[in-house]
């Protein structure tokens, strides 16, 4: 099980919460993780979760602020853009 089991940005952002309230099975937790030690973007996407969650005192599935999430995918897909260039 690897290389053609990579996790996506965009799946990691939706198993953020789950990783944060430590609900993932052990196999999505390693692949998050494995994404984490390669991606850079999704390293500070995961710190800025946290400060938000420790701001906002909450964990709370629909708690996490949406504009955030939203945030982070359109800065995706401008670095996906640039890529293609
Ligand atoms: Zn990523």
């Given at each position: 099980?690897t290389?053609s089991?990579?996790?996506?940005?965009q799946?990691?952002v939706e198993?953020?919460?789950?990783?944060?309230?430590?609900?993932?099975?052990p196999?999505d937790?390693?692949?998050?993780?494995e994404?984490?030690?390669?991606?850079?973007?999704?390293r500070?996407?995961?710190?800025q979760?946290?400060?938000?969650?420790?701001?906002t005192?909450?964990?709370?599935?629909?708690?996490?602020?949406s504009e955030?999430r939203?945030?982070f995918?359109?800065?995706?897909?401008?670095?996906?853009?640039?890529?293609?260039?």
């Open positions: 099980m290389g089991n990579e996790m996506a940005c799946e990691l198993l953020i919460t789950d990783y944060l309230e430590d609900a993932l099975s196999g937790r390693q692949r998050f993780e994404h984490l030690a390669l991606c850079p973007d999704c500070n996407y995961l710190a979760m946290r400060v938000t969650i420790r701001l005192g909450a964990l709370k599935g629909d708690a996490i602020p955030l939203k945030q995918l359109g800065v995706l897909r401008q670095m996906k853009r640039r890529q293609l260039h």
